[in-house]
T-cell receptor
């Protein structure tokens, strides 16, 4: 069965510092991978997605993610964090044989300090 | 920018009562979804809906749950007899393309359901 693991429940980062959020997946075929962000009181907003092709994916708000098949990972990165990046981040995988069912990781709460 | 809206933002109900959670998907979208997130747990898929039919449902989506598109704009989730364990944040989502094309699912802000 497919699964998504986000090992870090909570990360604190200083404004201007780099950020990397980890995501590992378990899935038999090539997965469809997503990163969503949820700010307080808001819905889930898509940051970026990977279906195929270039394994380095650029997203909105200056985020990027790299798909590494050998490590079953899809880590999210941002070179310089802004205070507005404080939010909860979810990695999700979509199964190729499913009608759009997304399976989410547990989420990583990011706190940005001055 | 078009967005998915959900009402109410917070619903408190007594155990055993029926609740209806409402969603207005983006207007030209054809594929609709419900997810839920119990506090401290993962976001879980409940059901997908297309062409007035359920396309897929999870094991969570038992006979107590139903979905409906009563008109051209609303998409509802009904829980017939709520249980304490139904307390969660419920998210509605919609997309314009078939799921196998993996176009983006747009999520609403959620309805927090509290069952007392």
């Amino acid at each position: 069965a497919q699964s998504v693991t986000q090992p870090d429940i909570h990360i604190t980062v200083s404004e201007g510092a780099s950020l990397e959020l980890r995501c590992n997946y378990s899935y038999g075929a090539t997965p469809y991978l997503f990163w969503y962000v949820q700010s307080p009181g808001q819905g889930l907003q898509l940051l970026l997605k990977y279906f195929s092709g270039d394994t380095l994916v650029q997203g909105i708000k200056g985020f990027e993610a790299e798909f590494k098949r050998s490590q079953s990972s899809f880590n999210l990165r941002k070179p310089s964090v802004h205070w507005s990046d404080a939010a909860e981040y979810f990695c999700a995988v979509g199964a190729g044989d499913s009608w759009g069912k997304l399976q989410f990781g547990a989420g990583t709460q990011v706190v940005v300090t001055p | 920018e078009p967005e998915v809206t959900q009402t109410p933002s917070h619903q408190v109900t007594q155990m055993g009562q029926e609740v209806i959670l409402r969603c207005v998907p983006i207007s030209n979208h054809l594929y609709f979804y419900w997810y839920r997130q119990i506090l401290g747990q993962k976001v879980e898929f409940l059901v997908s809906f297309y062409n007035n039919e359920i396309s897929e449902k999870s094991e969570i989506f038992d006979d107590q749950f139903s979905v409906e598109r009563p008109d051209g704009s609303n998409f509802t989730l009904k829980i017939r007899s709520t249980k304490l364990e139904d307390s969660a944040m419920y998210f509605c989502a919609s997309s314009s393309s078939p799921p196998r094309s993996y176009n983006e699912q747009f999520f609403g802000p959620g309805t927090r359901l509290t069952v007392l």
